[in-house]
């Protein structure tokens, strides 16, 4: 009995040992969201953390996703309102259908728009070539860009995103990507539009075109095997579809949920599974955020010292809400926040000109750090100004200097006045006695007296 005891406990033993063994990251995958996708990446850029991941270092190729970047690069280089001519080579790319012509006269936007909302090869390849005069030439700012904005498995071939084999990206990498090209408001705000009306040109008549992104307004996806509905998410900011010559799927999107800018990445999924898959990668974040507010957009904090200015201090508001997420199991007083202002600030000042920084601890680990600034315009001061002297302190210490001058000047002028009146009674006295002795004088010399 004892033998079988013993075997039992130690049986259990192993098991507990084992288990405790198992490596988190396997543990994470187990319990993530269950994907169709080869690849996927869920992202909270509010507080920089990653939420889930799957092989989200690994190649893919990223489709037209790659027209973020196209797009980005061309936001950045062209007059968006400048009217471009669409040359012959732009047109010669692999599409499904034609939107452009050679020849067409065209507003560069409305090329980005096609790109973005259509996913328009040509128009993605004409804003290339508008932009650096050949599509090669384009390719490598691409690739540069990419370099410049932290992607070490990235690698553009094409501005449009055809399959190429050496065309591809990581999970990981496109999120860097969208991050930029969203931070851009030309590109967020046509990413963003659900429905757009491109002018007639010259060699087409107007057309209506609409974004491949459902969850901003919901539709009907065609999966090449019949239609899916696909509804509305909740919070959808802006996102990118992308799909392979052999039918497999990519998509990015931004999403608000509970305050967090959320990144959702699917990349190898299927026609019929692409939107499930982001539904899930963002059904997981908004299960997994804990939102904490530290403190609030507009909040005010102590004012910061400055010099040269009408006033030596100012006070700061906060640019953006204090959010966190608060881990499973941690206490919100755990939660502290330190401010810290620029140092040696100098008049002017204007109003929204950032001061400092607001920093969030969990514990004493910095979780994020927030702008803080001014909250009203401060002019440049008088010439007591540089020494930290305020211009009403300015005043009082003149209206002090003022009135003790005056009482100096008051005391003088009494005491002259007394020493005038002193001097003249002296004087009276000193006449009133040579009188008497003349007058004495005078009576001795009638009498004839000696003495």
């Not at 501005?159 to 065309?167: A, F, P, R, W």
């Amino acid at each position: 009995m004892k033998k079988r005891f013993r075997f039992f406990t130690t049986f259990v033993l192993i098991v507990v040992l084992a288990a405790g063994l198992l490596p988190t990251a396997a543990f994470a995958a187990a319990s993530g969201p269950d994907v169709t996708g080869s690849a996927a990446y869920v992202y909270c850029a509010t507080t920089d953390e990653v939420l889930w991941q799957k092989n989200a270092s690994k190649q893919y190729n990223l489709a037209s996703i790659t027209k973020l970047m196209t797009c980005l690069i061309a936001a950045e280089k062209l007059d968006l309102s400048e009217e471009v001519t669409v040359t012959q080579a732009a047109t010669e790319v692999i599409k499904t259908e034609s939107f452009v012509f050679a020849g067409e006269k065209i507003k560069a936007e409305d090329l980005m728009y096609a790109a973005l909302l259509a996913s328009a090869n040509d128009a993605a390849k004409a804003l290339a070539i508008t932009a650096s005069g050949s599509e090669k030439k384009f390719v490598k700012l691409m690739n540069q860009k990419a370099k410049e904005l932290g992607c070490k498995n990235t690698n553009f071939v094409t501005s449009s995103g055809v399959y190429n084999k050496n065309h591809y990206s990581t999970a990981e990498d496109i999120v860097k990507i969208a991050k930029a090209a969203f931070a851009n408001p030309d590109v967020l705000r046509i990413a963003r539009t659900t429905e757009y009306t491109v002018p007639a040109t010259n060699k087409t008549d107007a057309v209506t075109i609409k974004t491949t992104n459902l969850f901003l307004n919901g539709g009907e996806a065609d999966t090449g095997n019949g239609k899916i509905k696909v509804k509305k998410y909740k919070g959808m900011v802006a996102g990118k579809t992308g799909t392979t010559n052999l039918n497999r799927t990519t998509m990015v999107v931004l999403c608000k949920i509970d305050g967090f800018d959320i990144y959702a990445v699917i990349l190898d999924s299927t026609l019929q599974q692409r939107y499930r898959d982001v539904r899930k990668l963002l059904n997981y974040a908004k299960a997994t955020l804990s939102p904490y507010n530290a403190f609030k957009k507009g909040d005010t904090f102590e004012g910061a010292k400055l010099k040269g200015g009408a006033t030596n201090r100012v006070d700061a508001v906060a640019a953006a809400d204090g959010l966190i997420n608060l881990p499973e199991g941690a206490s919100a007083s755990l939660v502290s926040t330190k401010v810290s202002f620029d140092k040696d600030l100098q008049a002017p000042i204007t109003k929204g000109q950032v001061i400092g920084t607001a920093a969030v601890y969990l514990a004493d680990e910095k979780i994020r750090e927030i702008d803080l600034t001014a909250a009203a315009e401060v002019k440049e001061g008088w010439f007591l100004s540089r020494f930290g002297i305020t211009n009403l302190q300015t005043v009082i210490l003149f209206f002090v200097l003022a009135l003790i001058l005056a009482f100096i000047l008051l005391i003088t002028v009494l005491r002259t006045i007394n020493k005038r009146k002193r001097r003249a009674a002296r004087q009276r006295r000193l006449m009133e006695a040579a009188r008497r002795q003349m007058e004495r004088e005078r009576d001795l010399k009638q009498r004839n007296w000696p003495y």
